[in-house]
């Protein structure tokens, strides 16, 4: 189960702009197939969340699920550290952005792949240790890369690095489990900072995983 958790807050890093970076929220419907025989396809979308509502603000974002588990994360770009909050602990654990924890193996690049929202979308895909990665971007849809740099959990900028732009869809696979997720709206607005400060005397410790 240990194992499971680490999984777990490395696939939510990785579920989350006309001009300039794009600010706003991006709305996703997730599906889960289970690799795990104890666990069943819906049981992890339960515990996941169906539904993911993404924020982000220049280098900072917020990702808030509907999962039996999983409540929110928040990458605070400042202090480089990514919150995970689950619904089995009042604490918020989090990890150091800049270690990895996986290896990217191989990465390709394919143009004009798919089309989602009116979006037409070209493709990344990361051959990781951990298994494969895939990721749908429209260029319209942008980010400061520079801005997460030192992001490396996840994997998150050697999909950045590729391709400057959000994920409209992603399809990521591990050994628990594979995961799909694709935008069903997309919400270009200004957002309030304070939306990506922790919440006023919640209690915070460093990842076991």
């Not at 990785?14 to 889960?32: I, L, P, R």
């Not at 993911?52 to 990458?75: F, M, P, R």
């Not at 709206?185 to 400060?197: G, R």
């Amino acid at each position: 189960m240990k194992k499971a958790i680490a999984i777990i807050f490395t696939v939510l890093t990785t579920m989350t702009v006309f001009g300039q970076s794009f600010e706003g929220k991006m709305f996703y419907a997730n599906t889960y197939k289970s690799k795990n025989p104890k666990m069943t396809d819906q049981q992890w979308t339960s515990m996941m969340g169906s539904t993911q509502e993404y924020l982000i603000k220049g280098g900072d974002y917020k990702s808030i699920a509907n999962g039996t588990l999983v409540q929110w994360q928040l990458y605070i770009n400042k202090d480089n550290k990514l919150y995970n909050k689950m619904s089995n602990s009042e604490t918020a654990f989090w990890n150091d952005a800049s270690v990895q924890g996986d290896e990217v193996l191989k990465v390709e690049v394919n143009k004009g792949v798919t089309e989602i929202l009116g979006y037409k979308c070209d493709e990344v895909i990361l051959t990781c240790k951990s298994g494969v990665q895939k990721y749908y971007f429209n260029s319209k849809l942008s980010v400061d890369t520079k801005l997460f740099t030192n992001h490396k959990f996840g994997n998150w900028f050697d999909y950045l690095s590729k391709a400057n732009s959000l994920p409209l869809k992603s399809v990521i696979e591990t050994a628990q489990f594979t995961m799909e997720s694709v935008a069903t709206e997309v919400k270009a607005m200004k957002l309030d900072a304070k939306t990506f400060e922790l919440p006023v005397g919640i209690k915070t410790e460093k990842s076991p995983y």
